[in-house]
């Protein structure tokens, strides 16, 4: 018996979501009297997720998995799965979690519930607590399966530390790739994205214009924050796609997520609402999005985010 | 080629999320039902392949007799049949097993289902469906192509994008990017006349058993009133002290 952690990392790296995931792991495993095991695939330093409280890591070194490729990482998981005899299997919320876990959940037969908030209420029946109407409500959900899959929401859960010693263990399993293949990779190595971003910093058509984007990026780069924007502008070409966030874009699920000039559409909360602390900037009082934010100020953009970029380095000047 | 798009009939997004029934059941009161937006790109993309590839499109959802105004839309934007399984829609699981099998049954080629539904933001039907039969899988697809039997396709991943090759037959999530927002078609009043005389089977259920129940619904505790502040300062201040934020 034990709870699985998948943990994804990035240039060999853990990511944080990872950590968070193997703390949330032991968590559940605390519940059961079992011990967490995590697959880790091409991660270096592997035995540091003993921190979070994995006993064991069953690690792969793989130059064909430099790649993401779900179906062959769905077949990994589910390899160690049975190996492991899990009777939980923890996944994450991200992209990559969430291509995989519908082909796990088929090759384990298993229930899969995503966007879990909390720890289960009860480990029998294994019931769980999940976000759904894009956060405007939960669910308590039970899952019936012997095997049950969590995914678990960026941020509800947080990074907890444990003094467990991780012993690790080279894993070959069989490994079925399946037929997608990677032609080429388009993604910006020196930017911090939404995903993975503490901070999110979104502008929207009350900039009017492309060409007013500088100090959103200012202020995005003196808090370490990812750049997004609204629907509307990147309808209009004025930022790529890839920065649209909201209920057709990407989702936030950040520490703060900061809206200058974003009226604050119904579409765009869905997409942002799980983020922990809002700020809205905005001329307009009426703005829905105060409604929703917790912190506001009422005001033109142009003067307010130049006065704000020279407070904040103030402030981080005296906060390094 | 043949196309099976699945529509999952859901509450438009200004919907009030209300719960009835000692909050068991989701109050569809006064509640407008959509086709789901992501399922809405994948339905505009493939009637691009139906007029430029001569491709077939029929639709498919897993739902009670309520949900055929949204496959009538379906099929007035321009699909040529429509697919009822009528059965109650419980757990992803159970709705992916029976949209695999009308996938099998029907032979299709190429599979186009939404990301996420935009009410249980399950996200787990189409990866099932092509776990199910068997066939290829792409998830948070941007952009598709098809020649042949062979498909080019963009991914959405964390920080950027990847370009993937694979082989009908082919399942995807879908999002925004297969098409444009612009893109998007209103049913004319022809389609809409049209769509009346199109097909529309309803097939009884394969196999009802589900993997997860819910139990009970919630709703978050109503947010606090924001705190207004008229100066930079003051913002920064709180956002340290108060909110941790930063």
Redesign the interface.
Known sequence: MSVLVYTESDGGKFKKIAQEAVSYAKGIADMLGTNVTAVAINAENVSELGAFGASKVLELSNDSLK??N??AYASIVAEAAKKENAQVVVLTS???S??I???L???L???????VVSLPESASPF?V?H???????????????DTKIVGLAKNAFGVKEHNTTATTEAFSPEISS???????????TD?I?I??AE?VVSGGRGLKGPENWGMIEELASV?GAATACS?PVS?MGWRP??E?VG????PVAS??YIAIGISGA??HL?GINSS??K??INNDPEAPF??????????DAFE?VP??IE??KE?KSQ?A | MKILVCISHVPDTTSKINFTEGDTKFDTNGVQFVINPNDEFGLTRAMWFKEKQGATVHVANVGGPETEPTLRKALAIGADEAIRINTVATDGYSVAKQLANVAKEGGYDLVIGGRESIDYNGGMVPGMIAQLTGANFINTCIGLEVEGNNATAVREMDGGKETLKTTLPLVIGGQKGLVEESDLRIPNMRGIMQARSKPLHVKEAVDISNETASIQFEKPAPKGAVKLVDNVEDLVNLLHNEAKAI
């Open positions: 790649n993401f779900a179906e991200s992209i990559n969430k291509f876990a519908p082909l959940a088929v090759k037969d298993a229930g899969y519930v995503p966007n019931k607590k976000s759904v109407f894009s956060n405007k409500a939960f669910s308590h959900t039970e899952i019936k399966t399946g037929n997608v293949e990677v032609v080429s990779v388009d993604k910006a930017k994205t995903a993975d901070i808090l629907k309808d796609h890839s649209h209920q057709t874009g990407k520490n703060l119904i579409q869905a922990k602390v700020v809205v105060f409604k929703a934010a917790d912190y506001g100020i009422v005001g307010i006065q704000l407070k904040l402030f906060n």
